[in-house]
């Protein structure tokens, strides 16, 4: 085994300077290697493969040296491993377990026996792949799914072309499903073939191993290397790529305005039983292949790895619409959509049918995850954005995987009742059963105006803990920057807009069904303030609170009853507006007239949008000082004249005046909003005060 550290088809990570700092702490190397492996996707995607080392530690009994595995456990993620996701285990007593395995048929009571072999107190739940690594005697292994390995895997004579490429330095064990068995069978081939530097597992992935971290690292990235040159000498040689292009992609542009039109229909088709989150992708390779000859012959024969198929379904929905499809009449384009999904759902409910055992779990929801339209891009729905992203890499993966089988021999995938015994395996429904609840929003898509600060940032922080997805929009953009950057990647997404000018809004609700798949609450927060007597007001202040309050709120609801409608489940539009839209005062003539106007629009589109389960509701927040940007400025010195205080005697004037003599807070207006669409579920047209009590503003 070569020491070169140049890799043209594999990151190389390792860091000698920083693995020198772990000072030879042999389960804090391996948490590195698991990393950097983990941060390459060509090697292994998020949640697939794991990694494993063997130290010596005292055993607190006996007190005499044992050795420990240390393996990665169930659902973790090798880019983001920690110690907290590895089980510690005694090896000697996960071997002895060969003296009472049953057999194939008793296969899963062995998980159950991982427990007694249970070192460390602290360990993560053992994986199904615990066995593959404790019953090899190697001291540092890596088990990975790397694209280019498993295209050899899922060959048709892969077993030949591993021998072509490693010749007599790597072992093949055919398709097996993760387990003690394919633990026994790793075993043996390695009895069988002493000196071999690794295994390649038919149709699934890869094992190899190293006297340390580096050198394991090391071995993983050269067996990959030699894999994905030997495919890449032979790439398009024969033939085209998956033969060449069938169809050409529309520009990048219309692309994505023919996805954003499209997704809100394919997101409520998907969501008929369980309400999904959407991502959609354009990369490059998924346009190679969804736009070749071979689409028709590769798609319905789904994935070949496990890993694969459990995120992505077996195989994908591919729509039968033009690049250029006018998407305009809803109802039509949602008829052809809807017989394809009932054709899909139709075939999925077939397979389950047949390949059933007794003990098999009930069918679960058969709507696709992928979704392949044919020049534009790939869309694929979850229960939420991560794992929609996460099944969009898979299947990206998959498409590198049947592109290397097809450049040097023929694809394969696994039989069905191979891929349905994994799908609905026991042993992954149990992990199902086990993943905590899910918060009220989840699920859900909203879109909050104004969320560079005070209160919209306040209701989009609030959204976003109880789980939903949240679009932040902000005329100022640094502002915008700013409040974006305390969320996830896979939770919010930003995009400046101005609300009253109908083009910039559109490209709000367009990245809203880009990034999320549709929309399903929209808080106009927004806000503008202008405090003057009549006489003072000028034509420009009127009209620029009526465009920001007024005509945003209108141009918002436009925008998301057109979306809601696509998806046919409804939705919630809540508007802030504030007390001064009920209550009359002075110098205020504008801004409380584009108030009032705000709420009777929130009643006379809350009486148009029933039927469509579309409820519109007001949140009236009054004297929230903290955090917000009216208060800056001309409004707080012109509220001040009104009332014959100084500006800083306002929070106090403001707090005493309400019956709880309270201070309201931003983060009160988003409790309010949060009730409107997680609690109050059958309430519309509706006007909710957040004043601390204001008698004057009492509705009723």
């Given amino acids: 085994m070569s020491k070169t550290k140049k890799f043209k088809y594999v990151d190389y990570l390792w860091d000698d300077q920083h693995a020198a700092k772990l000072k030879n702490d042999q389960v804090a190397l391996f948490l590195y290697r698991s990393n950097i492996l983990g941060a390459d996707l060509r090697i292994t995607n998020f949640g697939g493969g794991n990694t494993s ?82 019953l090899l005697p190697f001291k540092h292994i890596d088990h990975l799914h790397p694209d280019a390995l498993i295209a050899i895997a899922a060959a ?61 690292y090391l071995n993983s990235l050269e067996v990959i290397e030699m894999a994905s040159k030997y495919i890449a000498k032979r790439e ?15 520009p990048a542009e219309k692309r994505l305005k023919q996805a954003a039109a499209i997704a809100p229909v394919l997101r409520g088709l998907c969501s ?24 028709k012959k590769l798609a319905p024969m789904g994935t070949s790895c496990p890993d694969h198929f459990l995120r992505t379904k077996i195989q994908p929905l591919v729509l039968n619409l033009k690049p250029t499809e006018d998407l305009s009449d809803t109802k039509k384009i949602l008829a052809k ?56 890499e898979f299947y990206i993966n998959a498409i590198n995987v049947m592109r290397g089988a097809e450049a040097i021999s023929k694809y394969t995938s696994l039989p069905r009742q191979e891929a349905f015994d994994i799908e609905y395996w026991l042993l992954e429904e149990a992990k199902l059963k086990r993943q905590p609840p899910e918060k009220p929003l989840s699920r859900r898509v909203a879109i909050v105006t104004g969320a560079g600060g005070g209160i919209g940032k306040a209701i989009a922080e609030k959204l976003a803990a109880e789980g939903a997805n949240v679009v932040l929009t902000d005329i100022q953009e640094q502002r915008l920057k700013k409040a974006a950057a305390g969320f996830g990647k896979d939770t919010a997404s930003y995009i400046q807009a101005n609300v009253y000018k109908s083009v910039s809004l559109g490209e709000v609700f367009t990245k809203a069904c880009l990034d999320f798949g549709g929309v399903d609450i929209v808080v106009h927060s927004a806000g503008l303030a202008i405090s003057k007597p009549l006489m003072e007001t000028t034509q420009y202040d009127w009209e620029m609170l009526q465009a920001v309050l007024v005509k945003g709120q209108f141009l918002l609801a436009k925008y998301a009853t057109t979306i809601m409608r696509k998806q046919a489940f409804g939705g919630d539009i809540i508007n802030i507006a504030s007390k001064n839209g009920l209550v009359a005062g002075p110098n205020n003539v504008a801004y409380g007239t584009a108030k009032a106007a705000q709420q009777h629009m929130t009643r006379l589109l809350a009486a148009e949008l029933g039927k469509d389960q579309i409820r519109v509701n007001t949140v ?59 609690i109050l579920k059958k309430s519309t047209g509706n006007i909710l005060n957040v004043d601390g009590g204001m008698a004057a503003a009492f509705v009723r």
């Avoid at 398009?236 to 529309?250: E, N, T, W």
């Avoid at 990369?283 to 190679?288: E, T």
């Avoid at 077939?350 to 891009?377: E, Q």
């Avoid at 001309?634 to 005697?649: C, Q």
């Fill in 53 to 134: 080392c063997k130290t010596v530690e005292k055993d607190p009994l006996t007190k005499k040296p044992t050795e420990v595995m240390w393996v990665k456990g169930s659902g973790g993620d090798l880019g983001t491993l920690t110690r907290k996701g590895i089980a510690g285990l005694y090896t000697d007593r996960l071997r002895a377990l060969k003296n009472v395995y049953r057999g194939l048929k008793y296969e899963d009571e062995m998980v159950g026996l991982f427990y007694h072999c249970i070192f460390d107190l602290d360990s993560r739940a053992p994986s199904i792949d615990t066995p593959l690594h404790g």
């Fill in 156 to 216: 048709k004579d892969g077993k030949k072309i591993c021998k072509e490429i490693w010749g007599d330095t790597m072992g093949w064990v055919g398709w097996q499903r993760p387990g003690f068995d394919l633990g026994l069978q790793l075993e043996a081939c390695l009895a069988e073939n002493p000196g071999i530097r690794g295994i390649v597992l038919g149709s699934h992935g890869l094992f190899t191993w190293g006297d340390s971290s580096k050198e394991c």
């Fill in 236 to 250: 398009g040689k024969k033939r085209p790529v998956f033969g060449g292009a069938a169809i050409r992609s529309l």
């Fill in 272 to 295: 008929r039983e369980n309400r999904m989150i959407g991502h959609f992708t354009d990369d490059k390779r998924v346009l190679q292949f969804i736009n070749s000859k071979d689409l």
């Fill in 337 to 392: 959509t809807e017989a394809a999904f009932a054709k899909y759902k139709a075939e999925y409910a077939d397979y389950y049918k047949k390949c059933k055992r007794r003990t098999s779990p009930p069918m679960r929801d058969p709507s696709p995850v992928v979704i392949i339209y044919p020049g534009i891009g790939m869309f694929t729905f979850a229960k939420n954005k991560q794992t929609a992203r996460v099944a969009s």
């Fill in 620 to 678: 009236n927040p009054d004297a929230v000082i903290v955090g917000s940007k009216i208060w800056e400025g001309k409004w707080a010195k012109g509220r001040a004249k009104a009332y014959g205080i100084k500006v800083s005697e306002l929070p106090a004037h403001y707090a005493k005046r309400n019956l709880l003599n309270a201070i309201i807070l931003p983060e009160d207006i988003a409790d309010a909003v949060f009730s409107m669409v997680a």
